[in-house]
């Protein structure tokens, strides 16, 4: 048996630091994969998940915001929990209540059977997520080990969703949609039984759970993201629109003064007072609304207006995984050399560019010309900037609060991207609407009797008419997701002045805040 007093004398994460790196990295990440993966790996067999499980038109939506609405609204108590009861058990547990609910989602026979499992996934992601971006700072020392883990993780963390999509194709056109949730099931269980192997577990921090922040943040959260989608489906003038969004100002205002009271907040606000760290939430909020809207309304493009089956749609978008992915190693080599700041303004200029891209499209544009060149534009902007952002979210914060600012920068990102996507459905259905006014109107004076008769009975118009619809309503959400890039780029440009770490004197290492 080991000697307590030695194991106290030694640094309980540092000291194990290397032994396993490569294996480490591999869980992590696989783990951030595995959850971020499950966001977009849906969406292609949403279709017949509608069929099989008699969803409408309207609550299908909630397949996806289920899982998006709990994981970003408790990323922030699942990072507290990794503070509290230590890093390693909180993934291990979180990565098991994912497999359980995968299960359930998989084996559901009624719809809300699956909106249950979809929530229940999102609580166990919203736990697993943050703990693992935190265990690299635990696994990895400061400097170039970590700058690469960094890399890896974003690079996963960026295409996890273009490969969900492939992997979504994939299962639903080989096997069955059930498989969508069966297959992290055995990834899951592998995962869980290597990470007490091989990830070095961080130092407990004892403190108390901040329930009521937690439920305020996420619930407020709710209300707001439940308004603009119900103004999209029903309009600005229904009264449960309204009450919506006074039910999430309400409960988000009480989040700030309970955050201010509580003496263990979920959120410490001082993380906040960091300029560069407070730029970095704000620049991730507003990518990832335009990112969520590159796969949500691309995914449907190709399908719809191409013609591309779900698995040639999978492949569509792995062109756009590659830049990703290239550019997330890059910008993690040459951090060191350049810093943080030209890779910020390069990514947001560059998602600017592919968004305002997308904005040009008609309905005769091409793969090539309509989402090759704008996804893969933006993919290299997105791979530019995971790796500076992640960065600047832990530097300089003290150990204690290390979970709470990487699950504050995947709560930004995960509500961004939530809150984004209503926002762009509701400008893609007021679009759409007074499109389709416009395109029935042309298709009435022109249509042969036989094509009155199907219209009347049907109630939709021909694909052709359709596709204008659907395309003009996109390109004029997109106009709006280009104002978020926009806005990130001016943080970029603005707001945040990281400090280049060969800008530091050699003994002295980036302040811990206070």
Sequence with gaps: MANPSTLAKAPPAQARRGQHPGLSLTI???????????????????????SALHFSEATLSWVLN???????????????????????????????????????????????????????????GAIASPTAFALIATNFAEGPARN???????????????????????????????????????????????????????????????????????????ALVYGFIRAADKGWSDVWTGVSFAVAVVLLASFLVIERRTPQPITPLHLFRNRNRSGGYGLMLCLAAA??????????????????SPVRAGLGFLPMSASIILAAQVAARLQSKFGARPFLILGTLLMTGGTLWITQMNTGSSYAEGVLGPTMVFGFGMGCIFVPVMLNAVSGVKPHETGAATSLLNATQQVGGSLGLAILVTVFATA????????????????TPGQLATFKSSGHLPPAYANEVFV????????????????????????????????????????TEA
Excluded at 102 to 118: E, H, I, N, V
Aim: proline letters at 4%; glycine letters at 12%.
């Design 472 to 511: 003009h309503g996109m390109t004029s959400a997109f106009e709006v997701g280009l104002i978020f890039c926009a806005v990130a780029f001016l943080i970029a440009v603005f707001v945040m002045h990281p400090v280049r770490p060969d800008a530091l004197p050699a003994d002295r290492p980036p302040a």
């Design 291 to 308: 990112m969520f809207g590159i796969f949500f309304f691309m995914t449907q493009f190709i399908q719809n207006v191409l013609g591309y």
């Design 148 to 222: 690469r883990a960094f890399g890896v993780y974003s690079a996963v963390a960026g295409a996890g969703g273009a490969i969900g999509l492939l992997l979504g194709g994939i299962l639903t056109s080989w096997l069955s949609w059930r498989w969508v949730f069966f297959v992290n099931v055995p990834i899951g269980l592998a995962l869980a039984m290597l990470a007490p192997l091989y990830v070095n577990d961080s130092e407990k921090h004892p403190g108390r759970f901040d329930l009521a922040g937690a439920l305020s943040s996420t619930l407020g959260m709710v």
């Design 66 to 124: 289920a899982y998006t609405l709990t994981f970003g609204g408790l990323l922030l108590l699942g990072g507290r929990i990794g503070d509290i009861l230590g890093r390693r058990p909180t993934l291990m547990a979180g990565v098991l209540i994912f497999s359980l609910a995968s299960l359930l989602g998989g084996l559901a026979t009624a719809s809300w059977m699956l909106l249950a499992a979809r929530a229940l996934q999102g609580i166990g």
């Design 28 to 50: 992590i990440a696989t783990t951030q994969l595995m959850v971020v993966l499950d966001i977009t790996i849906v969406n292609i067999a949403l279709p017949h998940i509608a």
């Design 432 to 447: 759409s609407r007074n499109e389709g006014r416009h395109q029935a109107a042309q298709f009435l004076q022109h249509a």
